[in-house]
């Protein structure tokens, strides 16, 4: 049967980033042209890259790690917006996630670099005090009251499908659902009338696997998880979520906790917050921050123990 002009078109975009691809899946009606929005798309999250990155030597984020304590630092528009958002669950999470470990990061090789044994040792034995008591933030500038390495691993991939959410927006699409990695945004319903939908994946780095799935509609989620990234160092596989007070890898944690939020970063950031915090606290947390949450733990059976927090996961 002929197409007629009411027909949507469905366009599924994409492109690379910070070491993983971006996408955007979208209907329009026929004869739009996505070319210029592909290169917009891409250019939006190769901004929040160059801002972020802790990969790229001459990036925003490393010039303000190089820059001297006490001295106010010229920052752009979205990376202060960045640190303003997770500076803020750093504080309400009681420094559960923090900005401020970018040390520990690169020591355990969770940066360019391997691991380190001699920067392991300084980061185990370094004080430590939170982001958010350390960093001062002014209008378009900050400073840092103590000689910490920021990190924004655990929050500039959310921002970045916020980012690309934002610049279909302005195209003037309304429905659609955008992600980076597994962290998705989705904004309206789909053609048929129905929310989006998006697989929550099993813990199992060995393969990839649904374990639920999840419809999404005007909201984000995000997932921290054990078993995509990670270091095997002396032997042990060590995830790459850091534990503030150590500066060392989580020792203990859930399998993964996925958070879901009004935006991408908002998101991120939590997921990793409540990582920290396990289970028990972690869904206290969430009731507290009005969050939905769903953790995942491994049990003595080699099986997977849901516990989901908030109404979406019920």
């Known amino acids: 049967m002929p197409k007629t002009s009411t027909d949507m078109m469905r366009h599924a975009l994409n492109g690379p980033t ?83 470990l970018g040390d520990a990061v690169t020591a355990w090789g969770f940066g360019p670099g391997a691991a380190s044994g001699e920067r392991i040792r300084i980061a185990l034995s370094a004080p ?103 270091v095997d160092v002396g032997g042990r596989r060590l995830s790459h979520t850091m534990d503030p007070r150590r500066g060392a890898p989580l020792a203990a944690s859930p399998a993964s906790v996925s958070v879901v939020a009004r935006t991408c970063a908002e998101a991120d950031g939590w997921a990793t917050a409540l990582m920290v915090l396990g289970p028990e606290q972690g869904a206290a947390m969430a009731a507290a921050q009005g969050l939905s949450a769903l953790f995942l733990t491994r049990a003595a059976d080699g099986g997977v123990i849901a516990r989901p927090a908030g109404a979406v996961f019920a």
Do not use: C
């Open 18 to 100: 910070m070491g993983t691809r971006w996408s955007a899946l979208f209907f329009t009606p026929a004869g739009f042209d996505p070319a210029p929005l592909q290169q917009a798309l891409q250019a939006a999250v190769a901004e929040v890259d160059q801002q972020m990155s802790g990969w790229k030597p001459d990036s925003d984020l490393m010039r303000i790690n190089q820059a001297p304590v006490g001295t106010w630092i010229e920052a752009p528009r979205h990376l202060m917006e960045v640190l303003r958002l997770g500076l803020a669950i750093g504080k309400a999470s009681g420094g559960a996630f923090d900005v401020a």
């Open 128 to 230: 430590r005090r939170p982001g958010y008591e350390v960093i001062e933030l002014g209008e378009g500038r900050l400073r840092k009251h103590g000689a910490i390495t920021l990190d924004l691993h655990g929050i500039a991939k959310g921002y970045g499908v916020d980012r690309l959410a934002e610049t279909l927006q302005a195209f003037g699409i309304t429905s659609f659902l955008a992600g980076i990695d597994g962290e998705m945004r989705a904004a309206g319903l789909r053609p048929d009338g129905e929310a989006w939908t998006i697989a929550v994946e099993m813990p199992d780095h060995a393969r990839r696997a649904a374990h639920s799935v999840l419809a999404l509609a005007d909201a984000a989620v995000a997932t921290s998880g054990d078993y995509r990234h990670f």
